[in-house]
Nanobody
Framework: QVQLVESGGGLVQPGGSLRLSCAAS????????MSWYRQAPGKERELVAAIPSAGGWTNYADSVKGRFTISRDNAKNTVYLQMNSLKPEDTAVYYC???????????WGQGTQVTVSS
């Protein structure tokens, strides 16, 4: 059974930083690309960042390029999202999933809420 557990969200002021974590289980983490998605109120879920199975060629949405960094630790079955220079428009629930350009699994975790506000 696929399990994706996101954590690290919170309330932060504009310009601040957060580091999200996603612990994965139920599939072979090390051979799967992993991605972060987000969903803001009233909007569709969108791809934020993706990383191949062995790291390296990462992909980012234009709106977060230069501010967010995706990384992974295959020994810990965990993918991270370092978010810097946060903006109010980054406010959303953030989710992770396997896959590079589209989600691999239909089972999503509970997500972690990120709120950027002064």
């Amino acid at each position: 059974q696929v399990q994706l557990v996101e954590s690290g969200g919170g309330l932060v002021q504009p310009g601040g930083s957060l580091r999200l974590s996603c612990a994965a289980s139920g599939f072979t983490f090390s051979i799967n690309a992993m991605s972060w998605y987000r969903q803001a109120p009233g909007k569709e879920r969108e791809l934020v960042a993706a990383i191949p199975s062995a790291g390296g060629w990462t992909n980012y949405a234009d709106s977060v390029k230069g501010r967010f960094t995706i990384s992974r630790d295959n020994a810990k079955n965990t993918v991270y999202l370092q978010m810097n220079s946060l903006k109010p428009e980054d406010t959303a629930v953030y989710y992770c999933n396997a896959g590079y350009r589209k989600p691999e699994y239909s089972d999503w975790g509970q997500g972690t809420q990120v709120t950027v506000s002064s």
